[in-house]
């Protein structure tokens, strides 16, 4: 079955950048698309971007344009998602999730990030 | 502010039906489907509902979902205590080119 698996938590400083990456298993990874979700502490959830995992084309939420890149690499099975010019609201728990059969049906873990000085 | 809207929470006891709503507007709900997350406490959040109704294989059919115009809901039926959790509407927006979220909903199990 699909399965994610997300890289571990992390811990960065303000200004700097962070690479969370997700590898698919179960599944032709080039057939699918990977999104990328966040949630704040305690908040909902927020869509940040997708790529397309057979031709690389990405979308990205207007909130996050110019800050957040999302790439593949499908030898690896494997999405990256980096966020830079971190601020302290930008931590929070950060998933993946595939599409499948439909949007968003399986997720990844979550991955922990802290931004503090 | 959450782009859909959500009651905060709702309540019921086991045995009971609840129903959570979700309301958009023409550009996310009123024109494309809506999917249904549950989220239990410090785990991922998990599809239940998609394409307004549809449950993935393994979703009991308890769960069921509806759409009328710019609002959506999702229904529990023979609530459990498995149950209580949080639950998520989502939707793409055609306006902000972009997946909204509501804001969630606690369902409790009294």
Known sequence: QVH???????????????????????????????????????????WMGWINGGDGNTKYSQKFQGR?????DTSASTAYM?????????????????RYKAAMDYWGQGTLLAVSS | QSVLTQPPSTSGTPGQGVSISCSGGRFNIGGNT??????????????????????????????????????ASLAISGLLSED????????????????VFGGGTKVTVL
């Open chain 2, 34 to 71: 809506v999917n249904w997350y549950q989220q239990l406490p410090g785990a991922a959040p998990k599809l239940l509902i998609y394409n307004d109704n549809q449950r993935p294989s393994g979703v009991p059919a308890r769960f069921s979902g509806s759409k009328s115009g710019t609002s």
């Open chain 1, 82 to 98: 980096e966020l830079s010019s971190l601020k302290s609201d930008d931590a929070g728990i950060y998933y993946c999730a595939s």
């Open chain 2, 84 to 99: 209580e959790s949080d639950y998520y509407c989502a939707a793409w927006d055609d306006s902000l080119d972009a997946w």
């Open chain 1, 4 to 46: 994610l698996v997300q890289s571990g938590a992390e811990v960065k400083k303000p200004g700097a950048s962070v690479k969370v990456s997700c590898k698919a298993s179960g599944y032709t990874f080039s057939h699918y698309t990977i999104y990328w979700v966040r949630q704040a502490p305690g908040q909902s959830l927020e």
């Open chain 1, 68 to 72: 957040v890149t999302i790439t593949r």
